[in-house]
């Protein structure tokens, strides 16, 4: 009985690992400024077709020029991993060293710039469309950070569409995604089963809401009109601040400093959420990196301090409060929690971070769960960008495709 009891413990905990969602992993704190993207300019959650290129790049800060491995693995919708053998999603191999880099050039703070292109001469291509993740594995094979990327097919047509709330206890604060999915020629079997959708704001996954089925079926189109499964805190626009000259004070940049490094101050900011809501434009929490004197950023871009602060209010005191942004790929963690100066009534954080222009917020974490509005406020008229993936798993199949995508912005949101 004993050894039956160990055995059920055994596979317990090994079906709990196995079929669990896998999560990101950041990276420790010598690797910085991690770009993921695919055909566009910025840096943001990559979601491409079959056949399209994807570029990952990063800088290692602690100058020894390690040797560094990629590897690259295929799951179902909901992130736990799927049953495909590697073969089956990948041709060529993955667990390559990535051979690309280059040192910086004339920047106070010494790193090497790494940088890899998939398809490549050893990864050929990647043959089903569904969810993936990319880690980066160090000499001895330790992870050092992973990152997640979506491929689609376009077997249906996805239109997606900004309204109000409904509900009117938030039509001022919330905006709601309406998504209309034309099959076309394509049969989907018992699609309120087989079809789930999810829907990303601001490429950020941490508030993905995901596994949506067809609210109802009108001939060939699927179509999801749902109030609030499918609405999001509308949040405010992104702060802001340029740093692109060094040597210079710009957008969001109080003075300047130069010690070991440059020192950029920012501009003391004050909590919006009881102001009234204000229009400027962002790049939707994104960053890009930019030296004005350099002929190449990606080596010639140096790293500064940025110094973050936030005027506290009595509400805030005793919260924990995150300098958020795509730069940390909108994680909370140690790294971006700010401390709290009683003497000066404000929160501070300072990060080291690349030239460039960066969009960031503050956000508090309540209960555990990231809470955008405490500090920024909802407005329904702040502009958001949407994507909205559709999964789909035929009977029978043995992994999810994303056979649609489909994006849209809140700029010309309607009731």
Known sequence: MKLLNRFVLAFCFISSTIFAQVEEVNPPDYIKTIIFKSNTDLSQLPILKLGETIQLSFDALN?????????????????TPS???????????DNQRIRDYENSYNTYQIYSHYKLTIPNRFTKSLKVSGNYIISVFNN???LVFSRKFMLYEE????????????DLQFVEQKQRVEILVNTNSNNLNNPTQTVKATIIKNNNLKTAITNIKPQYTVGSQLIYRYDKETSFWAGNEYLYFENKDIRAANNGVQYIDLKDLYHSYLYTN????????TYFPDINGNYTVLNIDAEDSTIEADYVWVHFSLKATEKLINK???VYGNFNNF?????????FDAQRNVFYKALLLKQGFYNYNFVALDNGKINESEIGGNFYQTENNYKVLVYYRDLGARYDKIIGFGEGTSVNISN
């Open 83 to 93: 049953k495909l053998m590697k073969p089956e999603f990948l041709d060529g191999f």
């Open 63 to 79: 100058g020894n020029e390690d040797d560094y491995y990629y590897k690259i693995e295929h799951f179902n919708y909901d992130w």
């Open 155 to 166: 077997q249906v047509s996805v239109g997606v569409t900004l309204k109000r709330s409904r």
């Open 270 to 277: 004050l909590p919006r959420n009881n102001s009234a809501y």
């Open 320 to 322: 924990d409060i995150y």
């Open 140 to 142: 001895d094979n330790h």
């Open 331 to 339: 994680s909370l963690d140690a790294e971006t929690k700010m401390q």
